[in-house]
């Protein structure tokens, strides 16, 4: 094998590595949520008090493996007199995706991906009423690898007309990984050249 053969080898790996790592994946879905723990009614719109979830849809496709969604449905706060109950609550998020393929392994159903925030409530001047959600992640697997979904947290308060759930989807690769395939690919180059050596240099002392 001339050097020039595995250069070449080389640069093929390489190419796999980062092309496979750059594949985008659609994905489509809509969301829904309910309160409280251990809930599991979830409705497009639904209330705790005077908290208000409305669910909607999402999509878009996925740019070096990451989708950033801008709309996992809305919180909305109004202004009421009984915010004691915020406090500590739950709100409980449902994705159904309906794209990729084959979604499974989640918490929920095979298809249903269920965040778990939780919520704590304060009390500011002139009845301001903040409730902060902490962050949530959960992974799934897809017919073509798996993928994490992360919420944001959010500070949702009685002045705000109604916050927006956003987060990220991150596609990984599937198994094995196209840098394993580059380093098996490396490994193959890499003992067909020391074949190449020690068959010249048998070559040379046979022939002094």
Known sequence: MRISHLFGILGLAFTISSGAAQAE???TGTTAACFGSGCNTFLSNTSDENLVFTGGSFSGTTSGG???V???GNLDLNRGTNFDNYDNDVLNLAITFTAPASVSNGPGSDNVFTAVLQGTATTGSNGQVVITFSDSTESYLFAGGSFDVHINGLTVKTQDNGVNLTGTITAVAPVP??????MMILGFAGVG????RRRNQTTASAIS
């Open 25 to 27: 994946v659609v994905f």
């Open 66 to 68: 990451v989708l950033n």
């Open 70 to 72: 801008t709309n996992f």
């Open 177 to 182: 990984e196209s840098s394993t395939w580059a």
């Open 193 to 196: 050249y020391l074949a190449y």
